[in-house]
Nanobody, 128 residues
Framework: QVQLVESGGGLVQPGDSLRLSCAAS??????????MGWFRQAPGKEREFVAA???????TTYADSVKGRFTISRDNAKNMFLQMNSLKPEDTAVYSC????????????????????WGQGTPVTVSS
């Protein structure tokens, strides 16, 4: 199985930065190459894709709304990060990490339905 635990959320002002972390554990992560991604859900809205990264960290994908401001990374197969700079009020949401077995030679998926495992989420509020 897989367990995903997010951390790092909080209340910040517009223009500030925040770094989210996702720690993965479980037999599946010890056995298979896993792609990972970040999604977010703002109050009253559908959950949306933010960014994704492949197992080796060399392939990343971003939503247009965060390109140039957010950076996804991982320091090993199990820890993933989202560096969020120049935060805006519209970035306010609960941010969740997700994982799935990687498809060889492909970019990490951007659809929620492509991911099998989800964390509980960490809230981010951007407000002055």
């Amino acid at each position: 199985q897989v367990q995903l635990v997010e951390s790092g959320g909080g209340l910040v002002q517009p223009g500030d930065s925040l770094r989210l972390s996702c720690a993965a554990s479980g037999h599946t992560f010890n056995t298979y190459a896993m792609a990972m991604g970040w999604f977010r859900q703002a109050p009253g809205k559908e959950r949306e894709f933010v960014a994704a990264i492949n197992w080796a960290g060399g392939r990343t994908t971003y939503a247009d709304s965060v390109k140039g401001r957010f950076t996804i990374s991982r320091d090993n197969a199990k820890n993933m990060f989202l560096q969020m700079n120049s935060l805006k009020p519209e970035d306010t949401a609960v941010y969740s990490c997700a994982a799935r077995r990687e498809i060889p030679f492909s970019y990490p998926p951007v659809r929620q339905s492509d991911y099998n495992y989800w964390g509980q989420g960490t809230p981010v509020t951007v407000s002055s």
